[in-house]
T-cell receptor
Framework: DQQVKQNSPSLSVQEGRISILNCDYT??????FLWYKKYPAEGPTFLIS?????DKNEDGRFTVFLNKSAKHLSLHIVPSQPGDSAVYFC?????????????FGTGTRLTVIP | GAGVSQSPSNKVTEKGKDVELRCDPI?????LYWYRQSLGQGLEFLIY????????KSGLPSDRFSAERTGGSVSTLTIQRTQQEDSAVYLC??????????????FGAGTRLSVL
């Protein structure tokens, strides 16, 4: 049962515009959320995270928004650059779940068109 | 090196053979994880090591899979009698601890396993 879902397998955005990647989760015990970026033939690279006590975290061009009532988070990249083209994975963790691992979505492939 | 190191980067094997995959975590990280990613899928948790505690093996798909972590550092994932459905990228990650910011996991580049 997929507890973290990324329903858009791909997204194309023009360079300079905003990219919005979405993620939904089902387990209300998750208390920490992360975004990873993955280039081909490389492992996922940590990008940004947010604790469930916050609703927004910003780091440069990247902002993550968390809506706990909707069990939804999103990653905004602005302005988008061609180097941002990669697969983005949403992940969640939670001590309350009793699990030691991160739960990952299936990823969204972002293509930024020059 | 500063990051998580995995070897080999690619492994091709015949069905029925055993394989060993190695992971060298970031120095000082007490937690180590193995995941696998099959084609078109997300990352699937396999096993977790934390310090000297008993590992969390809840994600291992069958008893053909096992892992060890020696001296709290290097880990080896062993797959016995490989099957074609074992073909995937096997990823190792490490973190300072568990949960929240200390639980942020840093990944190696993975081992791509192909079972013919």
């Amino acid at each position: 049962d997929q507890q973290v879902k990324q329903n858009s397998p791909s997204l194309s955005v023009q360079e300079g515009r905003i990219s919005i990647l979405n993620c939904d989760y089902t387990n209300s015990m998750f208390d920490y959320f992360l975004w990873y970026k993955k280039y081909p033939a490389e492992g996922p690279t940590f990008l940004i995270s947010i604790s469930s006590i916050k609703d927004k975290n910003e780091d440069g061009r990247f902002t993550v928004f968390l809506n706990k009532s909707a069990k939804h988070l999103s990653l905004h990249i602005v302005p988008s650059q061609p180097g941002d083209s990669a697969v983005y994975f949403c992940a969640a963790s939670g001590g309350g779940t009793g699990a030691n691992n991160l739960f990952f979505g299936t990823g969204t492939r972002l293509t930024v068109i020059p | 090196g500063a990051g998580v190191s995995q070897s080999p980067s690619n492994k091709v094997t015949e069905k029925g053979k055993d394989v060993e995959l190695r992971c060298d975590p970031i120095s000082g990280h007490t937690a180590l994880y193995w995941y696998r990613q099959s084609l078109g899928q997300g990352l699937e948790f396999l096993i977790y090591f934390q310090g000297n505690s008993a590992p969390d093996k809840s994600g291992l798909p069958s008893d053909r899979f096992s892992a060890e972590r020696t001296g709290g550092s290097v880990s080896t994932l062993t797959i016995q009698r490989t099957q074609q459905e074992d073909s995937a990228v096997y990823l190792c990650a490490s973190s300072l601890g568990r949960g929240g910011q200390s639980g942020i996991q840093y990944f190696g580049a993975g081992t791509r396993l192909s079972v013919l």
